[in-house]
């Protein structure tokens, strides 16, 4: 994404400069993602606290984003963000009857999430011709679910609960020329949403051993409560 940026900026530059206006009324971004951690709580219902509050670990998270925004006044507009976010990591999660013994086996956990976030930015004073910084804020519905697999056993999401919540942005836009320029944006927000997911049998092949599953169903929280940084293209017209 970073090389088709670089590619785009040096062929604009090539065409004769126009004058660089932010007065369009509409704007498209295509952009990459990066969120610095997520953590999956893989018993979030315990009457333990200790493992109630453990967590497993997911780190450097990348994913595509489609971002709309409409001018309603010279300083204000207004956006609506879109992302696919998935991604998975292997760990020791599991324990498992194996024989008369019971064993922690490692496992892949993940989660996809699908981020829907409404917002209103704010055009800061200091914003020069080429140079737009926007100040933003809004709210989000998310959507997601929890991918586990080891195995040959299959596991399915069987309750996942929506979940809300808000989020604050700061962007800025170099403007290549007044129909187009790059995006660079630092959002925090802190989504987490309840997953209950079943697997479709109880003794599992595993690494060449059959092993059984304590339980025919677990629950899990997903919360992506890192930050997020996004470097894109944005296309402006009216």
């Known amino acids: 994404m970073l090389r088709v940026i670089i590619i785009v900026i040096i062929f604009l530059n090539i065409i004769p400069n126009v004058y660089a206006q932010f007065n369009k009324k509409f704007g498209i971004t295509l952009s990459a993602v990066y969120n610095t951690s997520a953590n999956i709580y893989l018993s979030p219902n315990s009457s333990d606290v200790i493992l109630r509050n453990n967590s497993f670990l ?3 998270i990348f994913n595509p984003s489609v971002d709309f925004r409409y001018r309603l006044s010279d300083e ?3 956006g609506l963000n879109a992302e696919y976010m998935t991604s998975t990591a292997t760990g020791p999660n599991l324990t498992v009857f194996q024989g ?3 064993v922690a086996i490692s496992v892949e956990d993940g989660f996809v999430l699908i981020p829907l976030e409404l917002s209103i930015h704010y055009l800061l004073p200091f914003s020069t011709d080429h140079f737009k910084f926007l100040m933003g804020g809004g709210i989000g519905y998310y959507i997601g679910s929890h991918i586990r697999r080891f195995g040959d056993v299959e596991v399915t999401n069987v309750d996942r609960k929506t979940a809300y919540g808000i989020h604050v942005s700061l962007s800025m836009d170099y403007l290549i020329k007044d129909f187009i ?4 944006e630092m959002k925090f927000r802190d989504p987490q949403f309840n997953v209950k997911s079943k697997y479709s049998k109880q003794e599992v092949n595993y690494n060449g051993s059959i092993i059984k599953l304590a339980q025919e169903s677990f ?3 997903i919360n992506v409560d890192g930050v997020t940084f996004i ?3 944005a296309f402006h017209f009216n």
């Open 76 to 78: 204000i507009f207004l």
């Open 231 to 233: 470097l894109g293209l």
């Open 100 to 102: 008369i013994s019971t």
């Open 219 to 221: 629950d899990s929280k």
């Open 181 to 184: 320029s790059v995006r660079g």
């Open 58 to 60: 997911i780190e450097d």
